[in-house]
């Protein structure tokens, strides 16, 4: 089984950044060498669970949704088993609930992620 947990949302104000975090347990180790795929995903207010930037853990290039692409950052530290998201020049419509999630395959779909955190709240005020 694999836990994950996020960490390091909060309220910021337009143009602000902040860097979330979420760290892996459990099955970590067979995550890597299985080249598990990380994503970060964000359900806004009254709206459905989208995709935000995925990752794997074995390297390649990520992937963005286009509303984050040149503001947001996804990494990982393979050592500590944590994956980041670096979000900078925040917006408003940024606002969501923000949740890490594991995947077996590289992907943007809500659907083949079949491990997820319990989200950390970002909110950001104009």
């Known amino acids: 089984q694999v836990q994950l947990q996020e960490s390091g949302g909060g309220l910021v104000q337009t143009g602000d950044s902040l860097r979330l975090s979420c760290a892996a347990s459990g099955r970590a180790f067979s995550m890597y060498t299985m080249g598990y795929t990380m994503g970060w995903f964000r359900q806004p207010p009254g709206k459905e669970r989208e995709f935000a930037a995925a990752?794997?853990?074995?390297?390649?290039?990520?992937y963005y949704a286009d509303p984050v692409k040149g503001r947001f950052t996804i990494s990982r530290d393979n050592a500590k088993n944590t994956v980041y998201l670096q979000m900078n020049s925040l917006k408003p419509e940024d606002t969501a609930v923000y949740y890490c999630a594991a995947a077996t395959r590289l992907s943007r779909a809500v659907n083949d992620y079949a491990y997820w955190g319990q989200g950390t709240q970002v909110t950001v005020s104009s």
């Open positions: 990752l794997s853990w074995s390297g390649g290039t990520p």
